[in-house]
Structures are given as structure tokens and as C-alpha cells.
């Protein structure tokens, strides 16, 4: 039971064999490709990651998932039309360990800090460790945050205190189930709601 990578087109197989939750090969199977993305939610609706909206479909026609919001979208299976599946729900519970963290990224950061600079609240082009590196600074969700590239530049290896600057709130890890899917792609704004996320978060 494992989710190689949140986001990715791989499906949280059940504990046991690892095909679980993998159609047999008699399983129908759409006949158009469909390359948009879908939300897998867990029994429970906790969001669990991101599909391919054809493996969703096949999901679904295996009675694997059931479909929670669709597109207008038809994409025609041997013998019926099935609409693409913006979100889908799983209808067995699988257990999945996540990350303790959320791994740190430019992108993940530049979200959390809503891409404004955290020192004049400009727009922010870069990353800045409040403790330079070069001064025992770790590359870490506490001391790294967004910055835009005149500050950047004007605050080089020199402490916040040095600089007489100080920061609008401390940084550190986010957490989340939008989360664990926002450092691998932009989220569509209709998940959100299973995201729990609010209309002001930009993705």
C-alpha cells in the first residue's frame, strides 16, 4: 500500500495485493484518452492525490471510485458515454502515510508567502534565508521565504537585525491537504472546496 507521489497519476492501492485497486484486463476501458487531471478523495473524502482523468474514468467503470463532480465533458467507453470526472471518491478506504512534511520548494514557498515579499510586501521574483547561509543558515521551511530581488540584493549576508528589518510573522512548514498537492501542480479551482481551501489561496 503506497502512493508513489502525491499528484502523480499512480492510485493508492488497498492493504494487500498491490492491484487492488487496478482494473483487470476485462475491465472496460475508455476508448478515448482523456490527459486532464482528477482528485482522488479517500472513502472518507480526504483529499489522497492527483489522476489522470482516463484512469479516474476506468475507476469508475470498475466500480473502484464513484464519481463526486463532473465536466460536461463525454468520453464514449465501448457500450455507454461516461462524463469526465473533476473529482472522484474511492469506495473502499485505504490507509495512506503522507509526509510528515511538506516538502520545501521555490514554488511551495513562493505560495505559502502568496508571492509577495516579506520584507516590503512587493512582488516576489526569489527566495531569501532569513539567516544567510553563509552565517550557519539552514535551507529550511523556518528560515527560507519569498523576497523580491531588490531586497534580496540589498539584504546579501547581513542578519535581519543588522538591517533593522523585521518580518511580518514567523515562516514555517505549511500543512495541509492542499498541500501535499500544491508543490506538484497548479489546483483546479473546483477542488477546493474538497481541499478545504479558501477562495483567497492562490494556487
Known amino acids: 500500500m503506497s502512493i508513489t507521489a502525491l499528484g502523480s497519476s499512480s492510485v493508492p492501492a488497498h492493504p494487500g495485493p498491490a492491484t487492488d485497486l487496478v482494473p483487470g484486463p476485462r475491465a472496460p476501458v475508455p476508448a478515448q484518452v482523456t490527459t486532464a487531471a482528477t482528485l482522488l478523495l479517500n472513502a472518507t473524502y480526504e483529499p489522497l492525490c492527483v489522476v489522470s482523468s482516463r484512469r479516474a474514468i476506468v475507476l469508475v467503470l470498475a466500480a473502484k471510485a464513484e464519481a463526486v463532480d ?7 467507453a465501448e457500450r455507454l458515454a461516461v462524463a469526465v470526472p473533476v473529482v472522484v471518491r474511492l469506495t473502499r478506504y485505504v490507509r495512506v502515510p503522507y509526509p510528515v512534511q511538506v516538502p520545501l520548494s521555490r514554488r511551495a514557498v513562493f505560495t505559502r508567502d502568496s508571492s509577495t515579499c516579506v520584507y516590503c510586501g512587493g512582488s516576489a521574483t526569489s527566495i531569501d534565508h532569513v539567516v544567510p547561509r553563509s552565517r550557519g543558515g539552514t535551507h529550511t521551511w523556518d528560515n527560507v521565504v519569498a523576497a523580491c530581488r531588490r531586497c534580496n540584493h540589498t539584504k546579501a549576508d547581513r542578519s535581519l537585525a543588522e538591517m533593522g528589518w523585521t518580518l511580518p510573522y514567523p515562516p514555517g512548514a505549511p500543512s495541509g491537504a492542499a498541500w501535499r498537492l500544491l508543490g506538484h ?8 472546496t474538497w481541499l478545504g481551501m479558501a ?5
Open 185 to 192: 501542480r497548479t489546483v483546479d479551482p473546483r477542488w477546493r
Open 70 to 76: 463532473v465536466t460536461e465533458d463525454l468520453v464514449h
Open 199 to 203: 477562495e483567497s489561496v492562490s494556487a
